[in-house]
């Protein structure tokens, strides 16, 4: 036999479908941190969750049977798994952050008291994550991560006025956002963020700050400790010209309308959108110099992405969906491209974007659906290649794979 997957289906196939003809099958793709929300520009009551199954949708176009959601309404966790073609979801519910609060879904907290209840809260609620945030102080962090453990949670955290490697000797399940993880604590009139993406991840390439990079490397190395990069996330969000061609970017405005906004950029629109994008989604001008050190400061990210890779550290495929230009399901497609092209082997790459991020959610891999390619990713000319055209099966208990001889 030579494998050749020719149907994969929940049943027997129907006799008047045509069959399609797969190359390789895998447990489905588990996106690491997402946050499956969206909105209408004007709701109508009767499909209130249209944004919500559009994302889904998304999802399940591009093999992902499994998310960890970082960041919403605590009631989404709950009825997400009731909309038609749900993922298996680990959820955070809102994110725990000291006051004024940067991000909508959140639950702000004034002492350690109130972090406490907030973890009782979560556990209440069904959730198996608790998301501390950028203002949150060490000292509440650690309480959050004590809380947690009595009540069979996990913390992940967003590196501010808890810096990352404080953070991972707190005990952090998880850190997320590479491209925070350089600067020490910030202080917290800043804590919230100030800085643009772009000078976020030019920072790396700062002698200043590179000292910073080997004791994150120590510190984390050899912790049960995960590290989320999202660094498809960063690019997006600092480099307009890449935002705008996204080519799937009309699909995220059934989940985020204002990328129609980005849309028309496109062509000669860009001139005049450079102002829009600057003044309500952060952008810079990345020209010249400032171009250059954003690009040696990505180099430095990647770097350090192979780096933590090499030493032991388990790696969390993300996409952050739906950031600016992040495409559900494909935004992890091509954060794992970037993961290749940094120097990551191509089968460590799919393994941490499917059975890695199951297991390490307690996710039985092969639960969360087939994935079936119709390319084989070894010997595809890119990994984006082969996951192009995936198909999902999400009943692998029933479902019929058909192998020709």
């Known amino acids: 036999m030579d494998g050749r997957v020719v149907e994969v289906g929940d049943g027997p196939p129907p006799v008047d479908r045509d069959r399609r003809e797969y190359a390789f099958l895998a447990p489905a793709l588990v996106d690491g941190h997402c946050h499956v929300t969206g909105y209408r520009a004007y709701p109508n009551a009767d499909t209130p969750f249209a944004p919500h199954r559009a994302f889904l949708a998304l999802l399940r176009e591009a093999g992902v049977g499994a998310v960890r959601d ?105 850190v997320e956002h590479l491209p925070l993880c350089l600067s020490p604590a910030v202080p917290a009139a800043t804590a919230v963020g100030r800085r643009s993406p772009a000078d976020i991840v030019r920072a790396w390439a700062d002698p200043a700050q590179a000292h910073f990079v080997p004791d994150l490397m120590s510190t984390v190395a050899g912790t049960a400790t995960a590290v989320t990069p999202l660094l498809l996330a960063w690019r997006r969000a600092a480099v307009l010209e890449e935002a705008v061609a996204e080519p799937l970017l009309d699909r995220l405005e059934a989940v985020a309308p204002y990328h129609k906004h980005l849309h028309q950029m496109r062509g000669p629109g860009l001139a005049f959108g450079r102002k829009y994008a600057r003044r309500y989604l952060g952008y810079e001008q990345l020209r010249g110099q400032a171009r250059q050190e954003f690009e040696q400061g990505w180099a430095a990210l990647c770097r350090c992405l192979v780096d933590l890779a090499a030493v032991g550290v388990p790696l969390v495929a993300g996409s952050d969906a739906p950031g600016v230009s992040l495409v559900p399901g494909y935004a992890l497609h091509a954060e794992l491209a970037i993961w290749e092209a ?10 941490a974007a499917t059975t890695g991020n199951a297991r390490w959610l307690g996710i039985p891999p092969w639960s969360a659906g087939v994935l079936a390619l119709p390319a084989d990713p070894f010997t595809a000319p890119a990994l984006t290649a082969a996951l192009a055209g995936a198909a999902l099966a999400v009943a692998p208990a029933t479902a019929t794979l058909e192998v020709v001889p």
């Open 342 to 351: 940094a120097g990551l082997d191509r089968a460590a790459v799919l393994a």
């Open 70 to 174: 970082l960041g919403n309404h605590a009631e989404m966790a709950a009825n997400l798994p009731l909309l038609p073609d749900a993922p298996i979801v680990r959820a955070a519910g809102p994110v725990l952050d000291e006051p004024p609060g940067r991000v909508e879904h959140c639950r702000l907290v004034v002492d350690e008291a109130g972090v406490r209840d907030a973890v009782r809260r979560a556990a209440a609620e069904g959730l198996t994550w608790v998301k501390t945030y950028s203002a949150l102080r060490p000292r509440w962090v650690a309480a959050a991560v004590e809380e947690a453990a009595a009540h069979g949670l996990r913390v992940a955290h967003r590196p501010g006025r808890t810096d990352a490697v404080t953070a991972v000797r707190l005990g952090v399940a998880s």
